[in-house]
């Protein structure tokens, strides 16, 4: 069974597939210094109540935008399923062109992202992941990475608000029922939330623009559904586009690995 693992700079999430399904998912606070035995530890009490054991897992593929904790990351998949993991950006390959000036610079979430919304959905995309930072990213008909942008998420900016001035609240993230709040709390609500329907709105008009050809809009993300339902610029929310892409990214390694050997470590002095 494979455990795949995207770890983001807010949430990490930890899934396991069996080869034909996603048989389970968690979401964890991401902590750059949990180690490797926290890690098992947590996981294994996570198998158990889903029915699993740590040991029926045998591979394991792992994307991270938080290079302090991937050393640990890495040791959790060599100590515990005894196997050398691929990792998104060092010895995974991903099959795709990424097609920007310095490639190495790219998110491995963003490359991911490019590849799970391109088994899934046909023709040129854009993909707006929301997360601890909003990416609105372009994706070639044949699955290329061709570049983006990137603004502070919308949580970011909630809390921007509540430290940078002294008299506003920290407020609920929301959809307001009125653009014109009529007090402070529903004033930096509707600023907030409709603030970054219209960025999104605004970015994809300005690539469709500039790209001048049909594009498909996916979003995905933790609030990307509430975005969703209050735009049109959106054509589909998929929350599974970068476990998808995850998925994809191991099975084309997985091949490369039969035919070149196996990963698997043959002993944890290895390590």
Not at 1 to 30: C, K, Y
């Amino acid at each position: 069974m494979l455990l795949a693992i995207e770890q983001g700079n807010t949430n990490s999430l930890f899934a396991v597939h069996d080869g034909e399904r996603w048989l389970a998912q968690w979401r964890a606070a991401t902590e750059p210094n949990r180690t490797a035995d926290e890690y098992a530890v947590w996981l294994s009490q996570l198998l158990s109540m889903a029915g699993l054991e740590l040991r029926m897992l045998d591979a394991c593929i792992i994307a991270s935008v938080v290079p302090q904790s991937l050393f640990n990351l890495r040791n959790l998949s060599r100590r515990y399923l005894n196997v050398e993991p691929f990792v998104i950006g060092e010895n995974a390959e991903l099959g795709i062109a990424v097609r920007v000036n310095k490639p190495a610079e790219v998110g491995a979430d963003r490359v991911v992202n490019a590849l799970g919304a391109h088994v899934a959905y046909p023709g040129t995309l854009i993909v707006v992941d929301s997360g601890t930072a909003t990416t609105i990213d372009v994706i070639g008909a044949d699955g290329s990475f061709e570049g983006g942008a990137i603004a502070p998420g919308i949580h970011l900016s909630v809390e921007a608000l509540h430290a940078a001035a002294a008299k506003l609240p920290r407020v609920a993230l929301k959809k307001p029922s009125r653009v014109v709040g009529n007090d402070t709390v529903s004033a930096m609500q509707s600023g907030v939330f409709w603030g970054y329907v219209s960025l999104i709105e605004g970015m994809i008009a300005r690539i469709k623009a500039e790209r001048s050809e049909p594009m498909t809009v996916v979003a995905t993300g933790g609030v990307a559904a509430l975005f969703y339902d209050a735009t049109t610029a959106i054509d589909h929310f998929d929350p599974d586009v970068t476990i998808r892409g995850l998925l994809e990214v191991y099975r084309r390694n997985a091949d490369i690995t039969l035919m070149g050997g196996s990963s698997r470590l043959r002993n944890k002095a290895a390590e």
